[in-house]
């Protein structure tokens, strides 16, 4: 399944991708249960199919099963009984928010990609390096990234993200995919200067609206192997990354593994895997991300996720 996340009347409701609908998979589920006869199918629909993203991968593969089951009932309707009870509507005109808006934890990879490493300068690391993202910093698919005004230096990193189904602690490489709910996009936007002043990358990867993030949770059945896809950054449609995932130094298991000897992954957990060669401050001249910018990120298992660019002096008082 295309899980999204979409915000109706000031609500955030989890929903599925269906060609170019979205269902609505408590409403669905709750429709499923009543044409089954059962009574209360609201509460039930509410119990097994939460609205919420991190409550939904929290319950696990029952959660999914029930999802799955809520898609097929709604093709078995017509068009306009699903519209008049509200369990579909259009991709195009829908409010997507970041698959799961609120993740617990952003826990980003750093110099994962050996072309990456070669032409910022740096050695491969022989542990994978980590630093983390905040909450704040995402942005919806379709929303406007922000070049802060303390700097025009603001690069475009596109990535692989992993979102964490079943949690857990000391988790193994071996069973390191059990605990993927699924696959995502992420465009690591960061601040240069800020990065690199100091010998930690908190403040640069860490500006308010920084952080694209979606637009889909493509579930882990529909990707068997996260190591095969094809990695694409665009500005304005010209290409500026091109990559696999294959060349990845740390893999999802690894990476998963070393994580989790310190912390407890949760579901809903975000893993931001790193970028590959072609970021802009290492280009001749270098290049950055401007105002009027179209940015987007393109795996085609998953989707393409595409943000345009603003300057912060120009946004609303």
């Given at each position: 399944m295309k899980l999204v996340s979409t915000l109706q009347s000031g609500e955030a409701r989890l929903g599925a991708v269906s060609g170019n609908t979205v269902i609505d998979l408590q409403?669905?589920?709750?429709?499923?249960?009543?044409?089954?006869?059962?009574?209360?199918?609201?509460?039930i629909a509410a119990a097994t199919v939460p609205t919420d993203a991190v409550r939904f991968l929290e319950l696990g593969e029952p959660a999914i099963a029930a999802a799955r089951?809520?898609?097929?009932?709604?093709?078995?309707?017509?068009?306009?009984?699903?519209?008049?009870?509200?369990?579909?509507?259009?991709?195009?005109?829908?409010?997507?928010?970041?698959?799961?808006?609120?993740?617990?934890?952003?826990?980003?990879?750093?110099?994962?990609?050996?072309?990456?490493?070669?032409?910022?300068?740096?050695?491969?690391?022989?542990?994978?390096?980590?630093?983390?993202?905040?909450?704040?910093?995402?942005?919806?698919?379709?929303?406007?990234?922000?070049?802060?005004?303390?700097?025009?230096?603001?690069?475009?990193?596109?990535?692989?993200?992993?979102?964490?189904?079943?949690?857990?602690?000391?988790?193994?490489?071996?069973?390191?995919?059990?605990h993927v709910a699924g696959y995502s996009l992420f465009n690591d936007c960061t601040v240069r200067p800020y990065q690199f002043r100091v010998t930690q990358y908190t403040?640069?990867?860490?500006?308010?609206?920084?952080?694209?993030f979606g637009p889909y949770l493509v579930t882990k059945d529909e990707i068997p192997d996260p190591h095969t896809l094809d990695l694409s950054l665009?500005?304005?449609?010209?290409?500026?990354?091109?990559?696999?995932?294959?060349?990845?130094?740390?893999?999802?298991?690894?990476?998963?593994?070393?994580?989790?000897?310190?912390?407890?992954?949760?579901?809903?957990?975000?893993?931001p895997m790193g970028t590959p060669a072609g970021v802009g401050f290492k280009r001749k001249p270098p290049e950055f991300l401007k105002p009027g910018d179209v940015v987007s990120v393109t795996i085609p298992e998953i989707g393409t996720l595409t943000n345009p660019v603003v300057a912060e002096e120009d946004l609303p008082a």
């Open positions: 409403r669905a589920a709750a429709s499923l249960a009543r044409s089954e006869g059962k009574v209360a199918a609201a509460e089951a809520a898609v097929e009932h709604v093709a078995t309707l017509s068009d306009a009984d699903a519209r008049a009870d509200l369990l579909v509507s259009d991709l195009d005109e829908s409010r997507l928010l970041c698959p799961v808006p609120k993740p617990p934890k952003i826990i980003c990879v750093a110099r994962n990609y050996g072309e990456h490493a070669k032409e910022a300068g740096f050695e491969m690391s022989e542990i994978p390096i980590l630093f983390a993202r905040f909450t704040e910093t995402l942005v919806a698919p379709g929303d406007p990234v922000v070049r802060p005004k303390v700097s025009d230096d603001f690069d475009w990193e596109g990535e692989l993200a992993v979102v964490i189904g079943k949690g857990g602690r000391a988790i193994s490489k071996a069973d390191a995919l059990d403040a640069g990867k860490n500006f308010s609206y920084s952080g694209p665009t500005i304005n449609g010209e290409t500026k990354q091109s990559a696999n995932t294959g060349d990845m130094f740390f893999d999802v298991p690894t990476i998963i593994e070393h994580i989790s000897e310190f912390i407890a992954l949760e579901p809903g957990d975000l893993i």
